[in-house]
């Protein structure tokens, strides 16, 4: 049966309208879950402000209504879900590299209801169950915050794997999720320095273990230096002055989406033996280890999360969130 709710759409200009909509019956291998989270990420800025013909929302979390025919998931089970709807069939989904799937049916959230709305319809093969010790707003830092974080540490250390220190350009909730990773995986004690524009941000990721430096503080950046350099920014000046930072045998990792890079090839890259490599989002099967790591570290982890705030306040939770002085903000919703 289909069932009948009341949901978020996004008109555009920071205008957020509830209307009625019906949420189908999960087809053969799907799943029907009822929303419990969902956090909100940077690039949601562009339904917020452009306006969304689906329900957006790709960092959602929540508990299976009900499921379709050839599944095996059970009503009750609580999880995750993975953005990329992908084809498990392809030459990447072959080799497990389902974010670089060849075939992808849909990204949920971005071109099918996502989880600002009560429900949402998702394939069971990119639904990732985590059994009941987490609650679904902390289970939510699987995705952005973890998921992508953790790939683009294992994409820095195909390079430099006998890696010392990090640095990353820009302490978004990308930025922090590196931040976080790096501590959980390479030790309380491993350094990290980040930099980030806003004062606020710098303070925020120190609380978290971090060395910070102000954006365009170019020399203490340099000095600092570090094996591997990330840039969750997208700025052009931001990805030069990592790449600078890098030692020899290092290299930056690109994760936030912007602007451009000017390489001198000699200089950056042939002479210090340097790499430049992208990082988009993450794979479906690192999701079982960094489950294991949210499980150890949930209370650490579970900080990046600053506020909790009902669907109910959705459009207060995403001008908070732009202000630019929060780490993640969830939304959540009465799942039971
Ligand atoms: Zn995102
Ligand atoms: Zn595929």
């Given at each position: 049966?289909?069932?009948?709710?009341?949901?978020?759409?996004?008109?555009?200009?920071?205008?957020?309208?509830w209307?009625?909509?019906?949420y189908?019956?999960?087809?053969?291998?799907?799943?029907r879950?009822?929303?419990a989270a969902n956090a909100?990420?940077?690039?949601d800025r562009?339904?917020?402000y452009?306006?969304?013909p689906i329900?957006?929302?790709?960092?959602a979390?929540?508990?299976?209504?009900?499921?379709?025919p050839?599944?095996?998931?059970?009503?009750?089970?609580?999880?995750?879900?993975?953005?990329?709807d992908f084809?498990?069939?392809?030459r990447s989904?072959?080799v497990?590299a389902?974010?670089?799937?060849f075939?992808?049916?849909?990204?949920v959230?971005?071109?099918?209801?996502?989880?600002?709305?009560?429900y949402?319809?998702?394939?069971?093969t990119?639904?990732?169950?985590i059994?009941?010790?987490?609650?679904?707003?902390?289970?939510?830092?699987?995705?952005d915050?973890m998921?992508t974080?953790?790939?683009?540490?294992?994409r820095?250390?195909l390079i430099?794997?006998d890696?010392?220190?990090i640095?990353?350009a820009?302490?978004?909730?990308?930025?922090?999720?590196?931040?976080?990773?790096a501590?959980v995986?390479l030790g309380?004690?491993?350094?990290?320095?980040?930099?980030?524009?806003?004062?606020w941000r710098r303070?925020?990721?120190e609380?978290?273990?971090?060395?910070?430096?102000?954006a365009?503080?170019?020399d203490g950046i340099?000095?600092?230096?570090?094996?591997?350099?990330?840039?969750s920014?997208?700025?052009?000046?931001?990805?030069?002055?990592?790449?600078?930072a890098?030692?020899?045998?290092?290299g930056l990792?690109?994760v936030?989406?912007?602007?451009g890079?000017m390489?001198d090839?000699?200089r950056?890259?042939?002479?210090?033996?340097?790499?430049?490599?992208g990082?988009?989002y993450?794979?479906y099967?690192?999701l079982?280890e960094?489950?294991?790591?949210?499980?150890?570290?949930?209370?650490?982890?579970?900080k990046?999360?600053?506020?909790r705030?009902?669907v109910s306040?959705?459009?207060?939770?995403?001008?908070?969130f732009?202000s630019?002085q929060?780490?993640?903000?969830?939304?959540t919703?009465?799942?039971e």
């Amino acid at each position: 049966m289909p069932i009948p709710a009341v949901v978020p759409r996004f008109r555009g200009d920071a205008k957020i309208e509830w209307a009625d909509h019906e949420y189908r019956e999960p087809g053969a291998g799907e799943l029907r879950l009822r929303i419990a989270a969902n956090a909100i990420c940077g690039t949601d800025r562009h339904e917020y402000y452009d306006g969304s013909p689906i329900v957006p929302g790709h960092e959602a979390a929540g508990i299976v209504a009900d499921a379709g025919p050839g599944t095996t998931t059970a009503p009750g089970t609580c999880g995750v879900v993975y953005l990329m709807d992908f084809c498990g069939e392809c030459r990447s989904c072959q080799v497990g590299a389902t974010n670089q799937c060849f075939a992808k049916r849909g990204d949920v959230g971005q071109n099918t209801d996502g989880g600002y709305g009560p429900y949402a319809v998702v394939h069971e093969t990119n639904f990732f169950p985590i059994g009941d010790e987490l609650d679904l707003a902390t289970a939510t830092m699987l995705l952005d915050v973890m998921g992508t974080s953790s790939h683009a540490l294992g994409r820095a250390r195909l390079i430099r794997p006998d890696i010392e220190s990090i640095f990353v350009a820009g302490a978004g909730p990308i930025g922090l999720g590196l931040l976080v990773t790096a501590k959980v995986r390479l030790g309380a004690d491993f350094p990290v320095f980040i930099s980030d524009v806003s004062n606020w941000r710098r303070t925020f990721a120190e609380s978290l273990g971090a060395v910070s430096f102000a954006a365009d503080d170019r020399d203490g950046i340099i000095a600092a230096g570090a094996d591997m350099c990330f840039d969750s920014s997208g700025r052009q000046a931001a990805r030069e002055l990592a790449l600078a930072a890098s030692t020899r045998r290092g290299g930056l990792i690109c994760v936030g989406h912007g602007e451009g890079l000017m390489l001198d090839v000699s200089r950056d890259l042939i002479a210090p033996e340097r790499a430049v490599m992208g990082s988009e989002y993450f794979r479906y099967d690192e999701l079982p280890e960094n489950l294991e790591l949210l499980r150890a570290h949930a209370d650490y982890i579970g900080k990046v999360i600053t506020h909790r705030l009902p669907v109910s306040e959705l459009r207060n939770a995403f001008e908070l969130f732009f202000s630019g002085q929060t780490g993640k903000v969830v939304i959540t919703q009465e799942a039971e």
